[in-house]
């Protein structure tokens, strides 16, 4: 127990010490970059790149479900609904009017953001709880539509023939590494638009109502209204998710995003570390390439996710990358005195 | 017709009601949503499958087995995963998604124990038709609602009457106040467990015998409908899960005759959500005031 203690110890002092040296720390993301840039072209099988396709693709997922869950403290257990809904909108976009991915992904998140207004509007107004039961039944709502609307969504034999994204007239394949890279510029954005809104004065609301929501409306934060946003975008986001997903495989039905999925996303954020960005990253590249590396155990995979949200919320709730910073707390130039 | 249609309905609600008794009582005492307890239902179902129909034993030492072995189980959560997070004092959310946790493990071990594949249980209460005047009953379906018509009257009579309930009420008012009196709250909490696992057991057996499948997922559903219930009832209060379940099988028995089929499971959650929109304390919610 004391063993396993000083071992989480060393591990925070590392990431403590990459927190303080700004430094280090750019020149890692630099590295990590490029690394993630030269992936494709060192010969690797057009497996592995789909594996780290998807491990982009989750991290995506991964981010947004954080955004609401691990910045803002309310659990979605519905994510893979707002996929299913990106996915199909896309996919009906691209099969019956013709639009391009860019294009046809936009509406994806501007339907997946509607849909997340309408489900988040009346439930976020109360306690958290009420949420996560309403992304429950969202969740098999929408499994439910698309397998009873024939007219739209084909039914349970989901929709097929969806092209593969085309930019400037080059088709992007997994062969061509176009796949893995565009997802990692998705990626890019999806991080960077998070880093930003965390940044702002909008993320800081966010984390006060994640620490005490009593306390946060007290200091004038309009609760449910910062609520309904972080809810908005984080669907948004998850609707990209699930169009770069139809254009990829370039078929969807409605079991394509089930119920395993939302737990999926939801074991990402958790093991990686709720209100992180790295642990992200970390907990997608974990999880994804489990089930690749362990061909024998991926029959009881489920289980592990299953177990992965029992065993860290009981040992390590806060993540393998969560946690408090231990940097000393620095004062805003122009204050003066002794306040320690 | 119409009277067909409510009975049908009053048989599902009140095994609904039984699901939902499992939510409210967990709510009432710990302010938290037990995610577990569908997947829990599924399991009692599937315990009293194991002894009727592998091992041949009647019904009735089904539902005694399905009773103590699931009650059990909800006292395991408790005890394994969910008592050492009151310990630490972590958050709610922590809590929370320990419950979704138990509840994906559990399901998936049903899945790999029994496959996923639906399988066949034994009807109960078969003795043909019952008729009363105009109207013809099932005796399954009359078998169904006098069960657990009676469970709940036993449920109820212990929640108000007896010593443990008392302790239960007291703890869903103040707990902390509730120890200084003595109360032993961890072990209240998994006699609550307890109670809610066991009523989750003997909803799952009536509920496969009345439609003869059963299946490891079932308790998905089910679960959330019941929640629906719990909460239109007002949660953790007792006789509004009664009446919410109802309700609720009510509003499915007639949504599927003339919506249709497809919109049988979709009904309970636009209930939920209408509750949610116009009185999210549900019908005889008291209005909760936060106290800093």
Known sequence: ?340 | MISQLIFDGLTLGMVYALVAVGYSLVFGILRLVNFSHGSVYAFGAHIAMVVVVTMGYGLIWGLCASIIVTGLLGVAIDKISLEPLRKKKSKQISALITTIGISYIIQNSLMIIFGSESKWFPKIFDLGIIKIGSVSLKSTQVGIFLTSLALLLILSYVIHYTKIGLAMRAIEQNSKAASLMGIDVNQVVSFTFFLGGASAAIAGTLISGYYQVINPQMGFIVGLKAFSAAVLGGIGILHGAVVGGVLVGLSESFAANYLGGGYRDAIAFLILIIVLILKPTGLFGKKHIEKV
């Open chain 1, 1 to 340: 127990m004391k063993k396993e203690n000083k071992k989480t110890n060393i591990m925070d002092n590392f990431v403590d010490q990459i927190n303080q040296n700004k430094k280090l720390k750019y020149a890692l993301i630099c590295l990590l970059l490029c690394v993630a840039i030269a992936l494709p072209k060192i010969g690797l099988s057009s497996f592995i790149i789909r594996v780290f396709t998807m491990i982009a693709l989750y991290a995506i997922l991964g981010l947004s479900l954080n955004l609401i869950t691990g910045y803002t403290g309310q659990v979605s257990i519905g994510h893979a609904g707002f996929c299913a809904i990106g996915g199909y909108t896309s996919a009906l976009l691209n099969v019956h009017f013709g639009m391009t991915f860019i294009f046809s992904a936009i509406c994806a998140m501007i339907v997946a953001g509607i849909l997340g207004l309408l489900i988040g509007a009346p439930t976020l107004r109360l306690s958290g709880t009420y949420l996560t039961i309403a992304t429950l039944g969202f969740g098999e709502i929408v499994r439910m539509m698309a397998l009873n609307w024939d007219w739209l969504t084909g039914g349970a034999l989901g929709v097929s023939g969806i092209t593969r994204p085309v930019i400037f007239g080059f088709e992007l394949t997994t062969f061509n590494g176009g796949l893995y890279y565009l997802v990692l510029v998705l990626l890019l954005l999806v991080s960077l638009a998070i880093y930003m809104i965390i940044r702002s004065k909008m993320g800081r609301a966010f984390m006060a109502i994640r620490d005490d929501e009593l306390a946060a409306t007290l200091m004038g934060i309009n609760t449910t209204r910062y609520k309904i946003t972080s809810f908005v975008i984080s669907a948004m986001l998850t609707g990209l998710g699930g169009a770069f997903y139809v254009h990829m495989v370039r078929f969807i039905d409605p079991n394509t995003f089930n119920f395993d999925i939302s737990i999926l996303i939801i074991s990402i954020v958790i093991l990686g570390g709720m209100g992180t960005m790295k642990g992200i990253y970390l907990g997608a590249a974990l999880l994804i390439s489990f089930p690749e590396c362990l061909r024998f155990a991926s029959e009881y995979r489920f289980i592990i996710y299953g177990l992965i949200l029992v065993l860290m919320m009981r040992f390590k709730p806060e993540g393998i990358l969560g946690g408090q910073s231990k940097k000393p707390y620095k004062m805003p130039s122009g204050i003066e005195g002794d306040y320690q």
